[in-house]
Protein backbone atom coordinates (compact mmCIF):
# COMPACT_ATOMS: atom_id res chain seq x y z
CA UNK A 1 0.00 0.00 0.00
CA UNK A 2 1.91 3.27 -1.24
CA UNK A 3 1.84 5.67 1.13
CA UNK A 4 1.85 9.65 0.25
CA UNK A 5 3.57 10.71 -2.62
CA UNK A 6 5.08 13.80 -3.32
CA UNK A 7 6.91 15.25 -6.53
CA UNK A 8 9.01 16.69 -7.64
CA UNK A 9 11.40 15.87 -4.68
CA UNK A 10 13.53 19.28 -5.11
CA UNK A 11 13.11 21.83 -7.49
CA UNK A 12 14.84 25.63 -7.84
CA UNK A 13 12.95 28.64 -8.92
CA UNK A 14 13.52 32.22 -9.79
CA UNK A 15 11.80 35.17 -8.29
CA UNK A 16 8.54 35.59 -10.20
CA UNK A 17 8.23 32.33 -11.83
CA UNK A 18 5.76 30.31 -11.11
CA UNK A 19 5.98 26.43 -9.77
CA UNK A 20 3.00 23.75 -9.54
CA UNK A 21 3.80 20.61 -7.16
CA UNK A 22 2.38 17.63 -6.68
CA UNK A 23 0.81 14.95 -4.09
CA UNK A 24 -0.72 11.55 -4.33
CA UNK A 25 -2.35 10.35 -1.32
CA UNK A 26 -2.49 7.45 0.93
CA UNK A 27 -5.01 4.83 -0.23
CA UNK A 28 -8.39 5.08 0.66
CA UNK A 29 -7.50 8.79 1.92
CA UNK A 30 -9.73 11.57 -0.22
CA UNK A 31 -8.80 14.97 2.10
CA UNK A 32 -5.29 16.58 0.91
CA UNK A 33 -3.89 18.90 3.16
CA UNK A 34 -0.80 21.42 1.92
CA UNK A 35 1.59 23.00 4.28
CA UNK A 36 4.75 25.02 3.98
CA UNK A 37 7.44 24.40 6.81
CA UNK A 38 10.21 26.72 7.00
CA UNK A 39 13.68 25.67 7.78
CA UNK A 40 13.60 25.20 11.42
CA UNK A 41 10.08 25.73 11.90
CA UNK A 42 6.74 23.45 12.61
CA UNK A 43 4.77 23.38 9.43
CA UNK A 44 2.33 25.87 8.30
CA UNK A 45 -1.60 24.69 7.24
CA UNK A 46 -2.07 26.63 3.75
CA UNK A 47 -5.16 24.94 2.78
CA UNK A 48 -7.35 21.60 2.83
CA UNK A 49 -9.18 19.95 -0.24
CA UNK A 50 -12.17 17.67 0.42
CA UNK A 51 -14.57 16.61 -2.98
CA UNK A 52 -12.39 18.94 -4.98
CA UNK A 53 -12.69 22.25 -3.25
CA UNK A 54 -11.08 24.00 -0.84
CA UNK A 55 -12.74 23.22 2.63
CA UNK A 56 -10.39 25.16 4.85
CA UNK A 57 -7.43 27.77 4.07
CA UNK A 58 -4.65 29.13 6.38
CA UNK A 59 -3.37 32.74 6.60
CA UNK A 60 -1.45 32.43 2.82
CA UNK A 61 -1.59 34.68 0.21
CA UNK A 62 -3.86 34.30 -2.88
CA UNK A 63 -0.32 33.58 -4.96
CA UNK A 64 -1.24 30.14 -3.56
CA UNK A 65 -3.88 28.29 -4.86
CA UNK A 66 -4.88 24.56 -5.38
CA UNK A 67 -6.54 21.51 -7.17
CA UNK A 68 -7.76 18.41 -6.16
CA UNK A 69 -8.84 15.81 -9.08
CA UNK A 70 -11.37 13.32 -9.12
CA UNK A 71 -8.98 10.62 -8.18
CA UNK A 72 -8.35 12.63 -4.70
CA UNK A 73 -4.51 13.91 -6.20
CA UNK A 74 -3.68 17.43 -5.61
CA UNK A 75 -1.41 20.39 -7.02
CA UNK A 76 -0.46 23.37 -5.11
CA UNK A 77 0.39 25.99 -7.39
CA UNK A 78 2.50 29.31 -6.43
CA UNK A 79 2.27 32.24 -8.40
CA UNK A 80 4.94 35.49 -8.73
CA UNK A 81 7.46 33.27 -6.59
CA UNK A 82 9.39 35.04 -3.89
CA UNK A 83 12.71 34.28 -2.23
CA UNK A 84 10.41 33.84 0.96
CA UNK A 85 8.78 31.00 -0.47
CA UNK A 86 11.74 28.85 -0.04
CA UNK A 87 10.41 26.36 2.15
CA UNK A 88 10.03 22.25 2.31
CA UNK A 89 6.03 21.91 1.05
CA UNK A 90 4.38 19.16 2.86
CA UNK A 91 1.14 17.30 1.41
CA UNK A 92 -0.85 15.32 4.04
CA UNK A 93 -3.67 13.03 3.00
CA UNK A 94 -6.49 11.76 5.53
CA UNK A 95 -10.25 10.53 5.41
CA UNK A 96 -12.91 13.32 5.15
CA UNK A 97 -15.36 11.05 7.48
CA UNK A 98 -14.21 12.86 10.31
CA UNK A 99 -10.50 11.64 11.15
CA UNK A 100 -7.79 14.12 12.16
CA UNK A 101 -5.20 11.53 11.14
CA UNK A 102 -3.36 12.83 8.69
CA UNK A 103 -0.53 10.80 6.58
CA UNK A 104 2.44 12.70 5.32
CA UNK A 105 4.17 12.55 2.14
CA UNK A 106 8.05 13.45 2.40
CA UNK A 107 7.82 16.93 1.03
CA UNK A 108 8.92 18.74 -1.96
CA UNK A 109 12.45 21.11 -1.45
CA UNK A 110 11.65 24.14 -2.95
CA UNK A 111 14.20 27.27 -3.27
CA UNK A 112 14.05 30.36 -4.94
CA UNK A 113 16.74 32.04 -5.84
CA UNK B 1 -4.62 34.52 18.29
CA UNK B 2 -4.04 30.57 18.09
CA UNK B 3 -0.55 29.17 18.61
CA UNK B 4 0.92 25.91 19.95
CA UNK B 5 4.89 26.54 21.00
CA UNK B 6 7.18 23.95 22.94
CA UNK B 7 9.17 25.22 26.00
CA UNK B 8 11.90 23.62 25.01
CA UNK B 9 13.93 23.93 21.84
CA UNK B 10 16.52 21.08 22.32
CA UNK B 11 16.78 17.94 24.44
CA UNK B 12 19.36 15.51 24.95
CA UNK B 13 18.73 12.25 27.14
CA UNK B 14 20.84 9.35 27.69
CA UNK B 15 19.79 5.85 25.89
CA UNK B 16 17.37 4.21 27.87
CA UNK B 17 16.31 7.36 29.99
CA UNK B 18 12.66 8.44 30.06
CA UNK B 19 12.24 11.83 28.15
CA UNK B 20 9.93 14.37 28.69
CA UNK B 21 8.67 16.52 26.04
CA UNK B 22 6.48 19.81 26.61
CA UNK B 23 4.11 21.86 24.75
CA UNK B 24 1.89 24.81 25.74
CA UNK B 25 -1.26 25.54 23.38
CA UNK B 26 -3.18 28.95 23.59
CA UNK B 27 -6.39 28.34 22.22
CA UNK B 28 -8.97 26.72 24.86
CA UNK B 29 -11.32 26.09 21.56
CA UNK B 30 -8.88 23.07 20.54
CA UNK B 31 -10.34 19.57 21.12
CA UNK B 32 -7.79 17.52 19.48
CA UNK B 33 -3.85 17.76 20.28
CA UNK B 34 -0.99 15.15 18.36
CA UNK B 35 2.31 14.54 18.12
CA UNK B 36 3.88 14.06 15.50
CA UNK B 37 7.91 12.83 15.10
CA UNK B 38 10.21 14.34 12.15
CA UNK B 39 13.09 12.50 10.71
CA UNK B 40 15.48 14.32 8.63
CA UNK B 41 14.34 14.21 5.29
CA UNK B 42 10.96 12.91 6.16
CA UNK B 43 7.24 14.04 6.37
CA UNK B 44 6.45 14.15 10.05
CA UNK B 45 5.13 10.96 11.34
CA UNK B 46 1.95 10.47 13.68
CA UNK B 47 2.83 9.50 17.01
CA UNK B 48 -0.19 9.57 19.36
CA UNK B 49 -3.19 11.68 19.74
CA UNK B 50 -5.62 12.42 22.61
CA UNK B 51 -9.03 14.36 22.87
CA UNK B 52 -9.76 17.28 24.53
CA UNK B 53 -12.57 14.92 26.60
CA UNK B 54 -9.13 13.03 28.02
CA UNK B 55 -6.32 13.77 30.20
CA UNK B 56 -4.02 10.91 29.32
CA UNK B 57 -3.77 8.20 26.70
CA UNK B 58 -0.85 5.73 26.58
CA UNK B 59 0.92 3.58 22.93
CA UNK B 60 3.39 1.66 22.79
CA UNK B 61 6.58 3.52 24.84
CA UNK B 62 4.96 6.52 24.70
CA UNK B 63 1.90 8.29 26.85
CA UNK B 64 0.81 11.69 26.21
CA UNK B 65 -0.67 14.07 29.26
CA UNK B 66 -3.01 17.13 28.64
CA UNK B 67 -3.80 19.30 31.20
CA UNK B 68 -5.88 21.92 30.33
CA UNK B 69 -6.38 23.69 33.32
CA UNK B 70 -2.85 24.83 32.42
CA UNK B 71 -2.94 24.49 28.19
CA UNK B 72 -0.28 21.93 28.96
CA UNK B 73 0.44 19.05 27.17
CA UNK B 74 3.32 16.58 26.98
CA UNK B 75 5.05 13.62 25.38
CA UNK B 76 6.71 10.82 27.54
CA UNK B 77 8.51 8.41 25.73
CA UNK B 78 10.00 5.43 28.15
CA UNK B 79 13.50 3.93 27.52
CA UNK B 80 14.67 6.35 24.99
CA UNK B 81 16.27 4.21 22.08
CA UNK B 82 18.50 6.10 19.35
CA UNK B 83 15.54 6.10 16.66
CA UNK B 84 13.86 7.70 18.83
CA UNK B 85 15.90 11.21 18.08
CA UNK B 86 14.13 13.56 15.58
CA UNK B 87 12.37 16.55 16.06
CA UNK B 88 9.14 16.41 17.74
CA UNK B 89 5.82 18.95 17.15
CA UNK B 90 2.80 19.15 18.88
CA UNK B 91 -0.53 20.44 16.91
CA UNK B 92 -3.94 21.31 17.90
CA UNK B 93 -7.09 21.48 15.48
CA UNK B 94 -10.83 21.82 16.24
CA UNK B 95 -13.76 20.43 16.37
CA UNK B 96 -15.33 20.36 12.63
CA UNK B 97 -12.17 22.14 11.53
CA UNK B 98 -9.41 20.71 9.45
CA UNK B 99 -6.74 22.90 10.06
CA UNK B 100 -4.12 21.97 12.39
CA UNK B 101 -1.63 23.90 13.88
CA UNK B 102 1.91 23.29 14.29
CA UNK B 103 4.32 24.81 17.39
CA UNK B 104 7.93 25.14 16.18
CA UNK B 105 9.26 21.66 17.61
CA UNK B 106 11.57 20.08 20.16
CA UNK B 107 14.67 18.50 19.08
CA UNK B 108 15.52 15.31 20.53
CA UNK B 109 18.94 13.26 20.85
CA UNK B 110 19.63 10.19 22.35
CA UNK B 111 23.34 9.57 23.74
CA UNK B 112 24.46 5.69 23.42
Known amino acids: DAGVTQSPTHLIKTRGQQVTLRCSPK?????VSWYQQALGQGPQFIFQYYEEEERQRGNFPDRFSGHQFPNYSSELNVNALLLGDSALYLCASSSGTGSYEQYFGPGTRLTVT | GESVGLHLPTLSVQEGDNSIINCAYS??????FIWYKQESGKGPQFIIDIRSNMDKRQGQRVTVLLNKTVKHLSLQIAATQPGDSAVYFC???????????FGAGTRLFVKA
Open chain 2, 91 to 101: AEALTGGFKTI
Open chain 2, 27 to 32: NSASDY
Open chain 1, 27 to 31: SGHDT
